[in-house]
């Protein structure tokens, strides 16, 4: 991957990217999210899958499938039916879903 990137990117943002990717791959998340105590959530598209240079990274797909684990350890959970990684870039859809979790938190009573 590190040659792919390395083509399309200059070498030093290609070797930040590859860095910041390989130490994510070795992060304890489980571990690391058990511990959050403020509010959280977790906002994706159900169709939400990235593939480049023979990888992929599903986001949508891993937050549908471990939704429960997540509101488990007190997470909301939204995911956007037949969203993929540009939900972000449609304000209409976001903006409402993100105002629900966080106004009860910011503006109580």
């Known amino acids: 991957m590190s040659e792919w990137l390395a083509e399309r990117a200059g070498v030093a943002e290609a070797q930040?990217?590859?860095?910041?990717y390989?130490?994510?791959?070795?992060?304890?998340?489980?571990?690391?999210?058990a511990k959050f105590t403020c509010p959280r959530m977790a906002l994706a598209g159900s169709d939400d899958v990235i593939a480049t240079a023979g990888y992929?990274?599903?986001?949508?797909?891993?937050?549908?499938e471990r939704r429960a684990d997540l509101e488990r350890?007190?997470?909301?959970?939204r995911l956007?039916?037949?969203?993929?990684?540009?939900?972000?870039?449609r304000p209409e859809v976001v903006v409402p879903l993100?105002?629900?979790?966080?106004d009860p938190i910011l503006l109580p009573g």
């Not at 993100?98 to 966080?102: G, I, Q, S």
Request: hydrophobic residues 55%.
């Open 16 to 20: 930040l990217m590859v860095t910041f």
């Open 22 to 33: 390989r130490a994510l791959t070795e992060w304890r998340d489980e571990e690391a999210v």
């Open 56 to 64: 992929s990274a599903r986001i949508g797909p891993l937050v549908a």
């Open 73 to 77: 350890l007190g997470w909301a959970v």
């Open 80 to 89: 956007v039916e037949r969203a993929r990684h540009d939900l972000f870039t």
């Open 98 to 102: 993100v105002r629900a979790f966080l």
